[in-house]
């Protein structure tokens, strides 16, 4: 018993490892061609030119899904997939892969209650986030700048929507949905949800951000594993991803959001009015859209809340079972993932 116990904890370390270490490949690969390039250019004395938004989406698009993934889809390509074999691993049995073959259905009313838990978890996460980082910048003495809403306010219009509304959610629905829990939900359906939700949150590498993609990879990560369809969390990917950078990001495009904060640090009062009165439609329907946001945040808490009351939130048993106390220790204290998340928490500090 005590060598089978042995032999399944070696099997999870060794996937978690490779996982792991195609992750680690994948980010490390994309920021090694972005080094390169701008070592490059600034060999011909144009690393300016990098000051450009777009050329840093373009570069990042070429970096992370160009070289980034197909180095890691070499890796984790021939990984075992599915529940698991429980002749190999008997812990399990027949019937928990059968029944895990067995998908749900979901209509249009279960889709749309998981969009409105998931806007609660994100505006929760999104709260945490900002907040940390306005605590630790004035503990520090520095300004607290959001990379993500600088890149939308400079950015190419078009070029943000290809890159953050569609081909980041496909890639990463792929990547920490698809490709991941398939190769790891043998080991049980909650394990594969907590996984993939870190990792997805890790990979962000800030605080802002870490918070809400946490918990809304974990919410993606469920709705995956219930229903076996990707197309549904790529679609509430790229609907909640379209909501803030085009919505939002649109309306702070046409009320010059950017005079208006220099103007507010500057307590500029006669020009923050002259603004506002210049665009104030625009300011209007930003306003209605954040209360609005706000209505739908409070009442995707209070369905998270119901919906775990009321216990319609399942897992099945895992096929094969990590034994001992720590049975997350494989699972995270291994070289691949170690590497990886050391790699992702040194940007969190030095980006």
């Known amino acids: 018993m005590e060598a089978n116990e042995a032999a399944v904890r070696k099997h999870a370390r060794k996937t978690f490892s490779r996982l792991g270490l195609g992750f680690f490949l994948f980010v490390a690969a994309a920021f090694a061609v972005q080094l390169a390039v701008i070592v490059i250019a600034g060999f011909f004395g144009n690393i300016a030119v990098f000051d450009d938004q777009n050329r840093q989406i373009v570069l990042s698009i070429i970096s992370m899904y160009g070289i980034g993934f197909p180095v890691f889809w070499l890796v984790v390509r021939n990984m075992t997939t599915g529940y698991g074999d429980p002749d190999t691993f008997p812990e399990g049995g027949a019937s928990f892969c059968q029944e895990g073959l067995e998908k749900e259905r979901w209509g249009f009313l279960p889709i749309l209650t998981a969009f409105v838990i998931a806007m609660g978890v994100m505006e929760a996460g999104n ?204 699972v995270f204290f291994n070289v691949g993932m170690i590497l990886f998340l050391v790699f992702c928490a040194a940007q969190f500090f030095i980006l």
């Open 127 to 330: 709260f945490i986030g900002n907040g940390l980082m306005n605590a630790l910048s004035r503990k520090m003495g520095e300004e607290s700048v959001n990379d993500v809403f600088t890149l939308i306010m400079d950015s190419n219009w078009f070029l943000i929507i290809f890159f953050a509304v569609i081909l980041a959610p496909v890639m990463e629905e792929l990547m920490f949905r698809k490709i991941l829990i398939d190769r790891i939900i043998r080991f049980g359906e909650l394990r594969a949800v907590i996984v993939s939700g870190v990792l997805f949150g890790v990979v962000h590498g800030n605080f802002y951000q870490f918070f809400y993609a946490c918990g809304l990879g974990m919410i993606f990560a469920y709705i995956y594993v219930r229903t076996g369809k990707i197309w549904i969390t790529m679609g509430l990917h790229m609907t909640i991803n379209g909501m803030s950078s085009i919505i939002a990001g649109g309306l702070m495009k046409h009320m010059d959001y950017g005079r208006f904060l220099e103007l507010s640090e500057a307590g500029d009062m006669n020009g923050l009015v002259m603004v506002v009165q210049e665009h104030w439609l625009a300011y209007l329907l930003l306003v209605l859209y954040g209360l609005g946001l706000m209505a739908l945040a409070f009442v995707g808490i209070i369905l998270l809340i119901c919906v775990c009351a009321m216990g319609k939130i399942h897992f099945l048993p895992a096929a094969v079972r990590i034994p001992g106390r720590f049975t997350y220790v494989p």
